[in-house]
């Protein structure tokens, strides 16, 4: 049995698209301000404090930035049924949305998202592909529970080779 693969079938971080996150990160980290950075990880830090989560016990507090400068918080509502439960980012998307964030800037609102969990851990997939619907690519900061960052990356290097609103041409 034949087990070559081919090396143009493998979707792996190119140094293209690693160089280009790198870029991407230092443009809007230089643009944002570690300070300003740090303010809002202390907030999704507060955030958390805010959580209901008693069935898992798990905390999640957000702090989303938009394109205009606006800042919008979440945290998880958890539910009995835990499918229905409500996620901290999902929370600050829709509390962004309802804001009028999408009808002021348009689909593309979302510059950086800033998650404290009680593990040192970015976004789950499900609030990756939330955050993707309303931005290209944004800043994603990690922090810890006493509000201070842990890890800074974004989105497109979370999710690789993602489908995206781009790809059904808006």
């Known amino acids: 049995m034949d087990t070559h693969i081919s090396p143009s079938l ?27 950075l740090s303010v809002l990880a202390k ?9 209901y989560s008693p069935y898992s016990n798990y905390c999640v507090g957000v702090t989303l930035l ?4 606006k800042v919008y918080d979440g ?5 009995a049924s835990y499918s229905e439960t409500d996620h901290g980012e999902e929370a600050a998307v829709t509390a ?3 804001a009028g964030e999408v009808k002021k800037t348009g689909r593309k609102f979302v510059r950086a998202i800033v998650v404290s969990h ?7 997939g499900r609030c990756r ?4 619907e309303h931005c290209d690519d944004c800043v994603v900061v990690m922090v810890k529970i006493d509000g201070s960052i842990s890890g800074i990356t974004n989105l497109k290097t979370l999710l690789p080779y993602a489908f995206s609103p781009s790809d059904l041409g808006k």
């Open 118 to 124: 009680a593990s040192n851990t970015a976004p789950c």
């Open 129 to 132: 592909q939330i955050l993707l």
């Open 75 to 79: 945290a998880n509502a958890e539910r």
């Open 10 to 36: 493998l979707r792996l971080p190119t140094n293209e698209s690693i160089e280009s996150s790198r870029g991407f990160l230092a443009k809007e980290i230089r643009s944002i301000g570690m300070a300003r």
């Open 66 to 69: 938009s394109t205009s400068g």
């Open 43 to 51: 907030r999704a830090a507060k955030n958390r404090s805010l959580s």
């Open 96 to 98: 962004a949305i309802l």
